[in-house]
């Protein structure tokens, strides 16, 4: 496995073309959506939602008034959100492991998620829990672990640089936010707990209206980066012989990386695995070309983040599962199973 890189040869299955690749996640993501929409605690039926939506309730109709108020107020922005952030933590993972040139990157493993979540909390038990003071905050968090994680892992070849450093790096982030955690008092540890396992559940109207310009223009961005990205797969030497400006670059995608992962962070708390996952399955079926890569994986991180939300709020119904325990059971084998096949993908 040490000796496992990302290589712009990998060809993928080619099972379908970037086209139809692109078009059946997008059908999928709208099964998933209707599926999300109508499942859960309040059954609501599907041939009602353009109604609850475009049309006008009657005032004796108190069911389809439970049903629009939580179809419009509940789980359509969470919904929403749950397309946002997944989209935005597989394109971060496309992202990291094109700089790091290591088919283990993510935003988590190296880091980059638990230094958002320390600048997040330090900044609420420190006494600011205003939103705006919690995403600069987390942006400052993942830059900074992601500076160190992209330095210390270039030391050593191979992956267990990157992953050493990423392990050191979320066990002093964890451990601050456990001292953080430790001085919080009982108002504070109730906020702080869902950073430890990841929620939607504060998706408000309110809040999109805030991150979703901020992550879609940064998105838009990021795709105009496939060009750089194929470059640093074929190595440093060759992608300077092809006139970009390695170390420019390299800066770009880590600010670029950290302006996504922080706010998104700061709104979320850690999800893991998304950003591992998604883009692994995505370059399995299309190649490592990122003009076809980055789209896909976007439409797969919404997928499978929507998907993770459905599951985490139908399974142990009337309850609720952190969505991050969701990601994590079913990242995490699939973790294990990349050591164990110990392949370039």
Known sequence: ????????????LRLLTPLRAVLVLALVLLVLLLLSLSQGAVGIPLQAMPQLVFGEIPADNLEM?????VLLEVRLPRALFAILAGGVLALTGVLAQALFRNPLAEPALVGMVSGGALGAVGVIVLGGGSFLLLAPAAFIGSLITTVCAYHLGRRYPGVAGLLLAGVAINAICFSLIGLFTYLADD??????????????????WSLLAWLAPWLLGLSLLALRYWRGLNALLLGEREALHLGFPIKALRRQLIVLMALLVGPLVAAT?????IGLVVPHLVRMVLGADHRSLLPAAILGGACALLAADWLARIVVMPAELPIG????????????YLLLKGRPV
């Open 325 to 336: 325990i969701v990601t994590s059971l079913i990242g995490g084998p699939f973790f294990l």
């Open 269 to 273: 708390g850690g999800i893991g695995f």
């Open 1 to 12: 496995m040490s000796g496992a890189t990302l290589t712009l040869a990998s060809p993928g």
């Open 187 to 204: 108002t504070q540890l109730r906020t702080l707990t869902f950073w430890n396992m990841g929620s939607l559940a504060g998706a408000r």
């Open 65 to 69: 008034q439970l049903w629009q108020s």
